[in-house]
């Protein structure tokens, strides 16, 4: 009865645990509401509604958050650093000045958040819906992003220095001074896209990349072989690495 007992303990406590990159995390009851600045570091938070709760400045770092719901929720300033949050709903999330270095985010769902000036430093965001999302000032170095969908997003000063945009759409984006240096554009979409002063010096697969209807400026770095409209003046320029 004892060793019954022992194991039915030890299937209970397994069953309330997860693992966030690597690490296993701790179920915990629900924070909902205000939560402004509270630890829930390495909880298990997997499945929750946090529709409009107010978590700024609260800490995520390494917790397990699979299929969140957190629609219009509040996580400015938050430490999200290695969580998992695949599948989340992060839709017109205010996200602003979060730290979101190395989070697994594949399929989430954040159109229309606010990520500006987020850390997001090798964040894994594939096949992520970012539609009219917000990353201004934003830095997702050796960020993945393959087969996301950027339309309409504000990319003004984002940095996506080695990132991997493998497929990305960035149709009718504002890319005004952002940075790829060495990103991967291998068949990303940049139709209808501006990208006044931006960098695309040591960009691979840009020959694949599909630039129609895009302008830049006398300003933006483009590998060789690509060539632009001016936003302002129409006139086409070619301005190689």
Same mark, same amino acid.
């Given at each position: @009865?004892? +060793?019954?007992?022992? $194991?039915? +303990? +030890?299937?209970?406590?397994?069953?309330?645990t997860a693992l966030a990159q690597g690490q296993p995390v701790a179920w915990s009851p629900s924070y909902g509401g205000a939560c402004a600045e509270c630890d829930l570091s390495g909880r298990n938070l997997a499945g929750w509604t946090l529709n409009g709760a107010?978590?700024?400045?609260?800490?995520?770092?390494? =917790?397990f958050m699979r299929g969140v719901r957190a629609t219009a929720v509040n996580m400015? !300033? $938050?430490?999200?650093?290695g969580a998992d949050l695949r599948g989340a709903d992060l839709t017109s999330a205010r996200l602003a000045?979060?730290?979101? !270095?190395?989070?697994? @985010?594949?399929?989430? +769902?954040?159109?229309?958040?606010?990520?500006s000036r987020a850390r997001m430093q090798g964040a894994n965001l594939?096949?992520?819906?970012?539609?009219?999302?917000?990353?201004?000032?934003a830095t997702l170095l050796f960020a993945r992003l393959e087969t996301a969908d950027l339309s309409g997003a504000n990319c003004t000063d984002t940095v996506l220095d080695r990132a991997n945009l493998r497929g990305t759409i960035f149709d009718g984006a504002n890319l005004t001074e952002a940075s790829f240096t060495g990103a991967d554009l291998t068949d990303a979409s940049f139709r209808d896209a501006r990208l006044?002063?931006?960098?695309?010096?040591?960009?691979?697969? =840009?020959?694949?990349?599909?630039? =129609?209807? $895009?302008?830049?400026?006398?300003?933006t770095r483009l590998p060789a072989g690509i060539s632009l409209? @001016?936003?302002?003046?129409?006139?086409?320029? =070619?301005?190689a690495d």
């Open positions: @009865m004892r +060793l019954i007992s022992l $194991a039915g +303990l +030890l299937t209970a406590v397994f069953a309330n107010n978590y700024s400045g609260a800490r995520f770092d390494y =917790a400015q !300033n $938050a430490n999200v650093t000045d979060a730290v979101f !270095n190395n989070a697994r @985010m594949q399929d989430v +769902l954040a159109s229309g958040a606010d990520f594939e096949k992520a819906r970012l539609i009219g999302v917000n990353f201004k000032g006044p002063g931006a960098d695309l010096t040591g960009v691979t697969g =840009a020959e694949s990349a599909d630039f =129609a209807g $895009a302008c830049g400026s006398l300003t409209a @001016m936003c302002d003046t129409q006139t086409i320029i =070619a301005k």
